[in-house]
């Protein structure tokens, strides 16, 4: 595999590529039983199984588990695929309908992808890696490089189920031959890898879903592990949130089912991560279309053909010769997964043909609704076999063009709709899609779902959105998304979730007539209450008023870096240099400054009678139906200027502290810079380590001697005793 004609490559891995060069110069054998019977492959040992069993090793090195299985046979001259498997189906479905995945990428968490393969090179003269070719970008975790080459001699696996999903050869095509590939790699060289590398290719996927010319829909994981009762736990608490964000994102993982049922255990249980509720597990068949006698089962899994599955491997499986043109045969869950995940590629692509827009749950309602369900006879499970030619209905190969509205009615029932701004506006309601546009006078376009327990998903464009939302706190009661070049009222909403999009967007939402609570951070805010939510996410500026009824509350969160907050009695706000958030009307408001830089807090009485608290930790003002909570500002100024009789308090943790004292004004100044100053209060204390001391004005005070000479520990008894009670005349709120 010598690279040295190769034309000058952005992605790639200077060392990696060299590795590479000198193996291939070198014919450097590879002590992995290959070269010594290239026909037929003995499994590997499991320190090196590169199948489904990969994710076995990896979570025996992370979790100390007991069990893998393998995948077996490599085979050069495998006998031809049987009928009854999805990449036979596929075949024949393309004599007659265009459906090939086009528009769609795949990601392969795998053992990386040969991206040179004959199979997997676009029609680009020379086979590459990245925009423009078949292997459209990925990373590789295990040496945290962007090159997820399938290199190293325990390497061949990714690339296999990459061409099973959309390999594309004159002799072999795969089940979705014109999708994309992107290719995460999670397996040194060594086949070692670790399950954090797993973690963070799916959480890759998330970030990048959009990042291609054609969005990630599909994920491949031929992984996998059994796993005992406490090391599930502890795997499910690594990748379970993962799974569930992919499938919220309408991103479709499959995963395999697992190979070690015929070793006597009568063990049927899906490995891990084929067992999470928010994974497709997949299951092998024989030929006759039976379950393979190796392969886990589950009632209603998916399965297909396992047995000698012929796809592509790396150039060093048979013997380096510088052609990267080999294929093999191997069985296992791991070959029949891809073909699975191929397939909803062309489900999804018939149904978004039919003017559909569809959810990955419809999607696997089709596939479900147009499987054949068997009975197993060994363990009296159910499993269905995939109908392709059903699944895609009558798709005739032309797209539907959605139809155009000015106006659309929802049902009296709960409606699920997505408003989709990115390219044009698109509605999308129970797998339809429209097309809206404003009427010919330029009035609002007007979606209204009546009754019902009604949610909105709205994904914004990269320009300027501005959402106003109401929970009847606002006049009217109707909410509504605009930009300068269309209103779009939206009636009957009770939950609301606007995704920014990236542009100068705002947010502005009304509370009910009920108790309601805000929780607010630099770009996201969520605003709930009885019979509501409303979501801002991804949107820099956000106005959030209380001003319905009720008592409402407001939890707010600084950036990374300087914020700036301001109360006063019905008004708060919090400014970062990217974002701001503003809460108005809340009676009971809680800050925070735990995210880093050096953060300031003003606060403002109200008319009545305030009692301001200010130490390092916590600043806190109360008042009738007034309460504010400042947590971890450095710096925090409190003003009396409202009216009614104010106090003020001071701490610090620190002796012999620079104090300053004026009529009108009480100062403490850190060795930080930062300060804690309490302006116009009718009465002002002074607290070094919660023990009050005198001051004169426009004097440093000092601390009494008889405190600094005290031992320690009668110290800090008496500093803990004093903390437990510096905030009980407020109520420890």
């Known amino acids: 595999m010598d690279t040295t004609d190769r034309p000058p490559f952005p992605f790639g891995s200077p060392a990696k590529r060299q590795r590479m060069k000198s193996d291939v110069q070198k014919k ?140 594309n050869t004159n002799d072999f095509v795969g089940v979705a031959p014109e999708a994309d590939i992107v290719s995460l790699r999670v397996f040194d060289d060594n086949g070692y890898s670790e399950l954090e590398w797993i973690e963070s290719a799916l959480q890759w996927v998330h970030a990048n879903q959009h990042s291609f010319e054609s969005p ?41 089912a697992g190979n070690f049922f015929d070793d006597g255990d009568d063990d049927t249980g899906l490995l891990y991560p084929a067992s999470s509720p928010f994974v497709v597990p997949v299951s092998s068949t024989d030929p006759d279309g039976s379950l393979s006698d190796f392969a886990q089962r589950e009632s209603g899994i998916f399965a297909t053909g396992g ?198 967007d705002r947010a502005t939402l009304f509370d009910s007539p009920g108790s309601d609570t805000l929780e607010s951070r630099p770009g996201n805010a969520t605003l709930k209450g009885t019979g509501f939510s409303f979501e801002a996410i991804d949107v820099p500026r956000i106005y959030v008023h209380g001003i319905g009824g009720g008592s409402d509350v407001a939890f707010l969160q600084d950036s990374a870096g300087d914020d700036n907050l301001a109360v006063r009695p019905q008004f708060t706000s919090l400014k970062s240099d990217n974002a701001f958030q503003l809460a108005y009307g809340f009676e009971r408001v809680y800050a925070y400054a735990t995210q880093g830089g050096f953060d300031n807090a003003e606060i403002y009485d109200s008319v009545g009678d305030d009692t301001m608290s200010v130490s390092s930790g916590r600043s806190i003002i109360t008042g009738t139906n007034y309460h504010v909570s400042a947590s971890g500002f450095e710096s925090t100024t409190g003003y009396a200027s409202n009216g009614g009789d104010d106090i003020a308090k001071i701490y610090s943790e620190q002796t012999n502290s620079q104090w300053e004292s004026a009529p009108d004004r009480l100062q403490w100044t850190g060795s930080d ?30 601390a009494p001697t008889e405190w600094w000479a005290e031992d320690s520990k009668t110290r800090a008894a008496r500093d803990a005793e004093a903390a437990r009670s510096v905030f009980a005349d407020l109520g420890n709120q």
């Open 307 to 504: 047995r000698q599955i012929v796809s592509s491997v790396p150039d060093h499986v048979f013997g380096w010769d510088g052609k990267v043109d080999d294929f093999a045969g191997l069985d296992g869950t791991s070959m029949a997964t891809p073909q699975i995940a191929g397939a909803s590629m062309l489900v999804r692509q018939a149904m978004i043909g039919e003017g559909l827009s569809p959810t990955a749950n419809d999607i696997l309602e089709r596939m479900r609704d147009s499987s054949i369900e068997q009975i197993d006879p060994t363990s009296g499970l159910t499993y269905r076999t995939f109908d392709l030619a059903t699944a895609v209905g009558n798709f005739d190969g032309e797209t539907t063009s959605p139809s155009t509205l000015d106006h659309f009615d929802g049902s009296n029932s709960s409606d699920e709709v997505e408003l989709d701004l990115r390219d044009g506006i698109v509605l999308r309601v129970g797998g339809v899609a429209y097309s809206l546009a404003p009427s010919a006078n330029d009035a609002a376009i007007v979606i209204d779902v009546s009754g019902g327990d009604d949610t909105l998903t709205i994904l914004g464009s990269t320009g300027a959105e501005r959402l106003i939302a109401s929970a009847g706190g606002n006049a009217d009661g109707v909410s509504s998304l605009s930009t300068n070049a269309f209103t779009i009222e939206l009636r009957g909403f009770e939950n609301i979730s606007f995704h920014g999009g990236g542009g100068p």
């Open 216 to 256: 990630i829909t599909t994920v491949n994981l031929s992984v996998g592990a059994a796993l005992s009762d406490a090391n599930r736990v502890v795997a499910m608490d690594m990748l379970e949130d993962e799974f569930a964000l992919l499938r919220q994102d309408n991103i479709l993982v499959f995963a395999a």
């Open 28 to 167: 450097k054998p590879i002590d992995d039983g290959i070269e010594a019977n290239r026909s037929r492959i003995e499994p590997c040992e499991p320190r090196l199984a590169l199948s489904a069993s990969l994710a076995g090793d990896v979570l025996l090195q992370a979790l100390d588990s007991a069990h893998l299985f393998d995948d077996s046979l490599l085979d050069d001259s495998p006998d031809p695929e049987p009928a009854s498997n999805v990449i036979a189906q596929a075949a024949d479905l393309r004599e007659t309908v265009n459906l090939t995945g086009a528009g769609q990428t795949v990601a392969v968490i795998d053992s990386g992808v040969a991206w040179d393969h004959v199979a997997l090179k676009s029609d680009i003269a020379l086979p590459g890696f990245g925009p423009g070719y078949r292997v459209v970008g990925g990373w590789d975790f295990a040496e945290n490089d962007s090159d997820p080459y399938d290199d190293g001699p325990a390497g061949y696996h990714g690339t296999h189920v990459a061409g099973v999903l959309a390999g």
């Open 673 to 702: 810079g930062a300060v804690r100053i309490a302006r116009g209060f009718e009465r002002t204390e002074a607290f070094e380590q919660f023990q009050a001391i005198q001051l004169s004005p426009q004097s440093q005070g000092s």
